[in-house]
């Protein structure tokens, strides 16, 4: 049974930064992928960046520079690392994992957290 609880969401002012978290347990990464989508309002989920089975990490084009994804195996816990924020990063961020979809897992997501609102105001 996978469980995947995201925390650290909260408003702040353009230009800050935040640090989420998803506590996971029950999902084996080294055979699958486990990383963040976020949704704003009125859009569609986007991904926004993920760490795969062998390690390798990604991070959304455009977040780039600003986002940086990391995991701490001993705590089964992920991080998102969110710095210089702008107002178009207001979304729900959520945690997610899956197991199919080859190396970068680019199937659909198959476990979801339930989502931590981050509000950047300008």
């Known amino acids: 049974h996978v469980q995947l609880v995201e925390s650290g969401g909260e408003s702040v002012q353009a230009g800050g930064s935040l640090r989420l978290s998803c506590a996971e347990s029950g999902f084996a990464l080294n055979r699958g992928c486990l990383g963040w989508v976020r949704q704003a309002p009125g859009k569609e989920r986007g991904g926004v960046a993920l760490?795969?089975?062998?390690?390798?990490?990604n991070v959304a084009e455009s977040l780039k520079g600003r986002f940086t994804i990391s995991g701490d195996n001993a705590k089964n816990t992920l991080y998102l690392q969110m710095n210089m924020l702008e107002t178009e990063d207001t979304a729900m961020y959520y945690c997610?994992?899956?197991?199919?979809?080859?190396?970068?897992?680019?199937?659909?997501?198959?476990?979801w957290g339930q989502g931590t609102q981050v509000t950047v105001s300008s």
């Open positions: 760490i795969v089975r062998d390690g390798r990490s």
């Open positions: 997610a994992a899956a197991y199919g979809g080859g190396t970068w897992c680019r199937e659909k997501v198959e476990f």
